[in-house]
């Protein structure tokens, strides 16, 4: 079966460029999530849609955007790039399951960006 | 909020060598996931724990989930060249609703000399 899938896998940007990175889960999930990794840490979560809806937002400004379609494949959108926002950004997908406190993530190899 | 603190930050160790490091925070987490990463990839789910106290191994993984909920331990028997890479340990964030919600330890650095 296949893993979780991202495009691009790597990218150059100019500052105050946009930038539209795509995942698509493993078959059967239902919930994506966007990570952000910056060279040397852990990733930072950036938001988690499930069903479509946004289910969950970390601390990024409204610059990050993203959405999740009918086939439950997800784009994540930055506008107006800045230097800092160079890093691998990782997409998860999770499989439906029942009740809270469970959150294994299935990782994509991500999408490295670099913003010049 | 939530914060992870793993230690050590490296371990450059022989090959046949045992491995352990730890995972600490300041609240409570009903979860505890212990990822690897290789270099230009993803994060890959070792071992998942989901009860205070219990022991899990995976192969010659082995990680336990503190008697606190405050902390996690990850050993490795035995290691080889393949280990290499960075370990991750990470918990559902607050409220439980943890869905694609996860928060990382900032990573530990493992490098194995054959």
């Known amino acids: 079966d296949a893993g979780v899938t991202q495009s691009p896998t790597h990218l150059i940007k100019t500052r105050g460029q946009q930038v539209t990175l795509r995942c698509s889960p493993i078959s059967g999930h239902k919930s994506v999530s966007w990570y952000q990794q910056v060279l040397g840490q852990g990733p930072q979560f950036i938001f988690q849609y499930y069903e479509k809806e946004e289910r969950g937002r970390g601390n990024f400004p409204d610059r990050f955007s993203a959405r999740q379609f009918p086939n439950y494949s997800s784009e994540l959108n930055v506008n107006a790039l800045l230097l800092g926002d160079s890093a691998l950004y990782l997409c998860?997908?999770?499989?439906?399951?029942?009740?809270?406190?469970?959150?294994?993530?299935?990782f994509g190899e991500g999408s490295r960006l670099t913003v010049l | 909020g939530q914060q992870l603190n793993q230690s050590p930050q490296s371990m450059f160790i022989q090959e046949g060598e045992d491995v352990s490091m730890n995972c600490t925070s300041s609240s409570i987490f009903n979860t505890w996931l212990w990822y690897k990463q290789d270099p230009g990839e993803g994060p890959v789910l070792l071992i998942a724990l989901y009860k205070a106290g219990e022991l899990t191994s995976n192969g010659r993984l082995t990680a336990q989930f503190g008697i606190t909920r405050k902390d996690s331990f990850l050993n490795i028997s035995a290691s080889i060249p393949s280990d290499v890479g960075i370990y991750f340990c990470?918990?559902?964030?607050?409220?439980?609703?943890?869905?694609?919600?996860?928060?990382f330890g900032q990573g530990t650095i493992l490098t194995v000399h054959p």
């Open positions: 990470a918990g559902p964030n607050a409220g439980g609703t943890s869905y694609g919600k996860l928060t």
């Open positions: 998860a997908s999770s499989p439906t399951r029942g009740g809270p406190n469970t959150g294994e993530l299935f």
